[in-house]
Structure formats: structure tokens, C-alpha cells
């Protein structure tokens, strides 16, 4: 029998409720991959999981569901512990849950919307790279994706809050892929464009955003499937990825060319 891409590795997924986070849920257990899954949403997640578990033959024994939300100070900790006790090691950590910030522009974000965003986009994530990082070091290897977004490194697609922390999100990967590359440690980041999920917007769009939002839109070609994403963070994820290191590779039929 055949192996599959992740066949031994132990894979931490959150936001893998719904959207993205659940494409790759999928697509990870059908290569063999052992996946925490996390996501804030309890009923969410257990809708999710079960479904994998009805597909995928073996994958009850291999998928781990943890709820908790991200943005709590102790998450990273029991995210990590549950892996550990579920699998004995980590091979790769995918920060996916993300949030939007309503398109508010600068001259009105609110404190709310800017604290919200930044917690679940920007702490959330470093919190669990901290954690994940020093087991990687002690292996002598481990890999690191991001679902960030163009923009990332664009000013113009999303509001000031989220793209604000989009960008740092994508600098933490880099930072890391920079620093931790001597000891076996790869951090890549997906630039994901348009996607089919149920992304909450966090605040109604405003006036000013919604008419830079009509802007950004025309300029797009089209709305990717979640699946067509975590293909992608599936390659990010396996051995076939491991001369990228530091790479952001944008998922979004060219929207950020235009």
C-alpha cells in the first residue's frame, strides 16, 4: 500500500472548523497525516470532524479535536500538551484562524475591532510558534505555514486592521524562516486571495469601506474554492516543500498583480 504525502507526521490546524481550516483537515488526513484540530466553535468542529471521520478510512484513529479560542492567554499551551498526548510529537504547525475587521478604514477603526483583529491574526499565531518552536529544535526539524492573505503586502484589498496584521503575520514567518533555518525549521506563508469561506467581516462595512471594497473587487478574476488553498498548504506542509523556506506564495488567480 501506497503511503501518503504526511504519512508520520503530526499536523496542528486551527481555524478547522469551517473554510479553509477544514479543506485542509481533509486533505491532510487523506495523506495520512495525525491533525489536531482546533477550532473556537465546538458544534462547528465536531460537524467537521465527524464528516472527515465518515470519508476518510482510519481517520477516527488520526484526528484529534480540541476546541478552544486562539486568543486565549493559555490556548497555545493546551493546543501543544494535546498533540503531545495525542501523537507523542509535532511536526507541523498551520496558523489558518483568521478574522476580518469589517474594511474599516484608518480614520475609523475602532479599538475593539483593531484589538480583535490583531489577537487572533497576530498573538494567536506567535503564541503557538513560540510553543511549537522549541519542540522543532529538539527534533531538528519542523514546519510552519500561515494562512496570511495579499494583503500582506497590499494596502489597499481589506481594512486597516487587517491588513495591518496580515502584514505582520507575514513578517513573523519570515523572521522566523531567517532565524531558525540552521536548525531545521521551514516557515512559509500562503498570500491567499478571494476565498470561499465564512470569514466573519468582525464590524459592519462602513461607508468608506465599502466603497474601497467595489474597487478591490472589480479587479478580481475570480473566488477560489477553500480546497484549491489547502492544496497548496498541503505541498507547504509535506517533503516535497523543502527547499522553500521564507516564501510567501500568493493563492489568488493574480488579484494581487492587477
Known amino acids: ?9 503530526t499536523l496542528i490546524v486551527t481555524g478547522a472548523g469551517s473554510g479553509m481550516g477544514a479543506a485542509m483537515l481533509a ?13 473556537r466553535t465546538a458544534e462547528k468542529l465536531t460537524r467537521t470532524v465527524e464528516h472527515v471521520c465518515d470519508t476518510v478510512d482510519g ?18 499551551r493546551h493546543i501543544v500538551e494535546e498533540a503531545l498526548a495525542a501523537f507523542g510529537r509535532i511536526d507541523v504547525l ?7 475587521d469589517g474594511f474599516q478604514m484608518a480614520g475609523e477603526v475602532t479599538d475593539e475591532i483593531w484589538r480583535q483583529t ?3 491574526n497576530v498573538d494567536a499565531p506567535m503564541r503557538l510558534c513560540r510553543q511549537v518552536i522549541p519542540h522543532f529544535v529538539e527534533q531538528g526539524e519542523g514546519v510552519l505555514v500561515a494562512t496570511s492573505s495579499i494583503a500582506g503586502d497590499r494596502g489597499g484589498r481589506s481594512g486597516a486592521a487587517y491588513t495591518a496584521s496580515k502584514h505582520a503575520l ?3 514567518m519570515r523572521s522566523i524562516a531567517a532565524t531558525y533555518a540552521d536548525q531545521g525549521i521551514r516557515a512559509n506563508t ?20 465599502y466603497r474601497q471594497w467595489k474597487e478591490v473587487a472589480a479587479l478580481n478574476r475570480r473566488i477560489a474554492d477553500a480546497d484549491e488553498v489547502a492544496q497548496l498548504a498541503l505541498f507547504l506542509a509535506s517533503d516535497e516543500s523543502s527547499m522553500l523556506n521564507g516564501a510567501v506564495i500568493a493563492a489568488d488567480a493574480g488579484w494581487s498583480v492587477r
Do not use: C, H
Request: net charge negative.
Open 94 to 100: 498551520v496558523n489558518n484562524a483568521g478574522i476580518g
Open 170 to 172: 507575514t513578517g513573523l
Open 190 to 209: 500562503i498570500a491567499a486571495g478571494w476565498t470561499a469561506t465564512d470569514l466573519g467581516p468582525g464590524a459592519p462595512i462602513s461607508r468608506g469601506g
Open 27 to 39: 486533505r491532510f488526513v487523506a495523506e495520512d497525516g495525525r491533525v489536531v484540530a482546533v477550532s
Open 118 to 120: 490583531m489577537a487572533v
Open 1 to 9: 500500500m501506497i503511503e501518503g504525502r504526511l504519512a508520520g507526521k
Open 59 to 76: 481517520a477516527a484513529e488520526r484526528v484529534v479535536a480540541v476546541a478552544v479560542d486562539v486568543t486565549v492567554d493559555d490556548a497555545a
